[in-house]
């Protein structure tokens, strides 16, 4: 790792960032290149564009060690090693956006010394690899490429990029043997996969997560639906039952990756993923059914009422809104004609928290900000996490532990 001369494309971003820094801090010589130059003066000023973990404190140290952030790729032409973290969105049919890859790529490629490692880190639509493989033998067959996906939460990832095990995966050799190199530096493991395995394996992380939230959503609904509170039925099925540990608690599943993922290995089983689909609807249908909700609580009409969102990012202590839920739950309460105000702890010009208590004549809490969880508000409030109400279940004492089961 010892200088070696590393360019982060898409540096200044939410995975971008994070590595850039630990690279740094390992002892590399590292230039965060971005399109953002909001994001690149903050990042030079010592500040982070988002919120992230402990990030503070590391970035002072990376720059300190010579990490630098610009929107110039001369970089490139001195790198030993070019990461690619950009987006890799899906398009209007849901289908994944490979130009978005290609054209980063034609960017950034041409510029790159001989025999350079080019390391895709973005979760890929699987077969991509093969694709940008066969490309670059025409275009540039001198350059070593492998896959390394990131898997880490968002806002964790400088702790987890150093805990979590990495998976590599290269067409090559030379090309894997460079890229385990790099990430031994950073990661206690390695896991060793071939490209197709490496993207599948990505996105099914993230499509699994997304089925885990919908089931919860489903049976939220299910029982919200026959007037059973679900928050009771989720206590009592988890209360000392390992089995139902894992079980994941109703709310909204926005965020930039699960959906988007979930979709990309729908277009790799041809459309024919029908769990993924279904998690889909089932997920995005939340909004939908809180707002509904929220009607009926407040007499069957919300039109010309005054109606509070609670939370806009799309999850709990994060500033991040990319593809949140309570943009959709917004989009709908304006359609049916309510006057919506709008409240986030992370946005100073959102409207004041105590404003939208005192004004709004009815709630939906979309993020469960720390900031929500003590509030006691005595209007009708759609409350699907379960954060404001605490729904106590009745433990009572059995059989002393000593005691042996009688025959
Ligand atoms: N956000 C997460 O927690 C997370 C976790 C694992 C994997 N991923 C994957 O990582 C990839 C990046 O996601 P992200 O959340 O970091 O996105 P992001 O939008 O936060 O970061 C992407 C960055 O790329 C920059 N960029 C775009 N085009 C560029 C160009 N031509 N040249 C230079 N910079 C450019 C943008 O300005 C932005 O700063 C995606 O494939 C995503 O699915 C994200």
Same mark, same amino acid.
């Given at each position: 790792m010892k200088d070696k001369a590393i360019v982060v494309i898409g540096g200044c971003g939410h995975v971008g960032l994070p590595l850039g820094i630990k690279l740094a801090l390992a002892g590399a010589r590292v230039v965060l290149v971005d399109i953002n130059q909001g994001a690149v003066d903050k990042v030079n000023a010592g500040t982070l564009p988002f919120v992230e973990e402990g990030g503070v404190a590391q970035l002072e140290q990376a720059l300190a060690r010579g990490l630098v952030a610009t929107t110039?790729?001369?970089?490139?032409?001195?790198?030993d090693v070019c990461i690619f973290v950009t987006g890799t969105p899906v398009d209007e049919h849901l289908k994944p956006k490979v130009s978005a890859v290609d054209e980063v790529l034609a960017q950034y490629l041409?510029?790159?010394?001989?025999g350079a490692l080019v390391i895709m880190r973005s979760t890929l639509f699987p077969g991509t690899m093969s694709y940008l493989r066969d490309r670059m033998k025409t275009t540039r067959p001198d350059l070593r490429l492998a896959f390394c996906p990131e898997r880490v939460a968002q806002g964790k990832a400088l702790k987890e990029i150093a805990s979590l095990p990495q998976i590599v995966s290269a067409f090559d050799e030379d090309s894997f043997n460079a890229a385990y190199r790099l990430f031994a530096a950073l990661a206690p493991t390695i896991i060793r996969l071939t490209p197709l395995e490496a993207e599948v394996t990505k996105v099914m992380a993230n499509a699994w997560r997304y089925i885990e939230f919908a089931i919860a959503n489903q049976f939220y609904v299910i029982a919200d639906s026959n007037g059973v509170d679900f928050h009771r039925v989720y206590q009592a099925l988890r209360y000392d039952y390992p089995r139902a540990a894992g079980y994941k608690a109703p709310g909204f599943a926005g965020g930039p990756c699960l959906f988007k993922d979930t979709m990309q290995l729908a277009s790799f089983d041809e459309q024919q993923f029908h769990l993924g689909h279904t998690a889909m609807l089932v997920n995005e249908g939340l909004a939908s059914f809180a707002v509904k909700k929220l009607t009926r609580l407040m007499g069957g009409d919300v039109k010309g009422r005054s109606i509070g969102i609670l939370?806009?990012? /799309?999850?709990?202590?994060?500033?991040d809104t990319r593809n949140s839920l309570s943009f959709r739950v917004r989009k709908d309460l304006e359609f049916a004609g309510a006057c919506v105000m709008c409240h986030d702890? /992370? /946005?100073?010009?959102?409207?004041s928290l105590d404003d939208v208590l005192a004004q709004a004549e009815g709630f939906v809490l979309c993020t469960p900000h720390k900031e929500y969880r003590d509030l006691q508000i005595s209007k009708p409030v759609v409350d699907v996490w379960g954060v404001l109400q605490q729904s106590e279940i009745e433990i009572l004492p059995g059989r002393a532990k000593e005691e042996t089961t009688p025959c």
């Open positions: 110039d790729a001369d970089a490139c032409d001195s790198a041409p510029r790159l010394p001989q939370g806009m990012t /799309f999850k709990a202590g994060d500033d702890p /992370f /946005f100073a010009d959102s409207a």
